[in-house]
């Protein structure tokens, strides 16, 4: 199941089943999966040639370009990120008016019709960089109803979704810096920095401190609340994902 080869018709059919839990689309998502890393180089060695390209001091971005990448975006929309868009949409529903939402780093854009699904009477906006896993997402969103965009331009009092998304940025706050001056009311986050994947560092730069990914999280929680936003008590199971709100 060629993704390079794939109709419209047919990449629209499964993503949009994948997004409707259609236990069908679900299967042939993991026989994909199962696909592509069969296809490529063992998963092992595309997570060590990614961590030694990090030694070097040279990270290899190629790797979210082609084909091998997109199993992992397709994991983690199936794994958690479908999840935790449900479990938050649920929470904020009625507390805070939801007219435009961005969805950073939205990989093949299943997460980003699901969230267009959920809110309907909202602008959605996915943002993700030319690469296998767009192309995907530019086809979803021909009849799903949200746009594609290389970089975030949003009005106040956005909701913004970053869901597997700032940990891949060595300096994660020098990049959010760019989308809280556009003032988002919501941040809604499920950072891993302390997990050992492709595309994650060892070290994460916090402002001007560079700390070990295990104490990455604490410091860049710091960062945030010094920089105007308050986190929002949910109750969520180990507070996945964590939901920020602008102060005042």
Known sequence: MNIALMTSDKLIGFVSGMMQDQPKAERLCWEMTRHYRERSIEQTDF????????????????????????????????????????????????????????????????????????????????????????????????????QIADLMKSSVDAVVFMLDYLEHFECPTEHLETIIAQKPKLLIMANSFGATAVGHFPNYKIGSEKYPNKETGRAFSKWLKCKGYKKVETGFYNNRPAIWERAE
Do not use: M
């Open 47 to 146: 997570e060590k040639a990614w961590h030694q390209s990090v030694s070097n001091g040279t990270p290899d971005y190629s790797i979210y370009d082609g084909e091998r990448y997109v199993p992992e975006a397709t994991a983690c929309y199936l794994v958690y990120a479908k999840r935790y868009i449900r479990t938050s949409a649920k929470f904020i529903e009625g507390k805070w008016p939801v007219n435009e939402i961005w969805d950073l780093g939205c990989g093949i854009g299943a997460s980003t019709a699901l969230l267009k699904l959920i809110f309907p009477g909202a602008n959605v906006f996915g943002t993700q960089l030319p690469s296998d896993q767009r192309r995907v997402a530019e086809e979803l969103s021909k009849t799903h109803g949200f």
